[in-house]
């Protein structure tokens, strides 16, 4: 009787084993394939400031003349969140009516705004794992109730409402290059600000910012300009796509 039960226990812890060892390949399995490399769309949609409605374009240069756009974006409650150079966050319905200040410490627009300690556990043992040693730079709840992460680094990380990571975050506008560097108008080149004075010396730049090859300046009007590494005028677009070339500009 004694040796069948050493048998039947012999068995047992075998069977406990061996079903420990399979949970913990599933695990290794679950845990190789998440795909870093899979992309999710934002909730808020990035657009061109010179797309935006004119009345946007004008209140923020009536309201706050020594200040430019760094950032606009459709929400997905359908209204437009437009991001100064001073981090203020000023809302705007979709015809371009000013709505309100979105204040960061309270829930008064829509997103919510999270200390990363309030994030659900799982999504902050995710980061842990897959970005050891980078701190998280911002973390919101949005209307749609996705989580969405910017890391110290500039990766964007999209979670669902159970915090199962979805992707990396990607933009709905294709064009929108978020490494381009906002520049303050006073730092231009000598040879832009001459040009935007002698040619459209009634507007005033509501945003600037230096890319790849060159600049890319905003007028209050909507007139979207672009320059060369040196200061050189390029093109012109204005904000129903029209093209105007240097040729045009002398015309």
Sequence with gaps: MNMKRIKLLGITLLTALIGFSCS???????????DLNATATKADAHVQTSSLPQPILDYVSTTYPDLTIKKAEIEDDDTYEITLSDETELIFDMQGNFLGIDDDDVDDFGDEDLDPSD??????DFIAQYFPGVGIDEAERENNANYEVELEN????????DGEFLGRGEDEDQDYDDDDED?????LPQL????????????????????????????????????????????????????????????
Excluded at 119 to 124: E, G, T, W
Excluded at 183 to 187: F, G, S
């Design 183 to 187: 520049v303050d108008p006073a730092d």
């Design 192 to 251: 832009i600000l001459d040009y935007i004075d002698e040619n459209y010396p009634e507007q005033s730049i509501i945003e600037a910012e230096k890319e790849d090859d060159g600049y890319e300046v905003t007028l209050n009007n909507g007139l979207e300009l672009k320059f060369d590494a040196d200061g050189a005028f390029v093109s012109a677009e204005d904000k129903n796509g029209d093209d105007e070339d240097d040729e045009n500009e002398d015309d």
């Design 154 to 161: 500039g990766v964007d990380l999209i979670f669902n409402a």
């Design 24 to 34: 913990s390949d599933d695990d290794d399995a679950l845990t190789t394939e998440v």
């Design 119 to 124: 994030l659900p556990q799982n999504i902050r």
